[in-house]
């Protein structure tokens, strides 16, 4: 999904994060998501990339498990 949650108020956009969460749990597939509103998509994720410089980095958040 390109920038998601672009242009969605903010109860639309916690709306759509608890669908693709249940989208995920429940298909057990994987959701490529690229958003700039990092914390906003946070919940979704179990693995998050950044590029910075032009070379992709690995971040962990809080209560996170990441996988390389």
Known sequence: LDEPLAGLDRSASEKLVDDLNRLADTSHMSILVVEHNQDAIAPVCDLRL????????????????WVC
């Open 50 to 65: 950044t590029m910075s410089d032009g070379r992709v980095q690995t971040e962990a958040l809080e209560g996170k498990q």
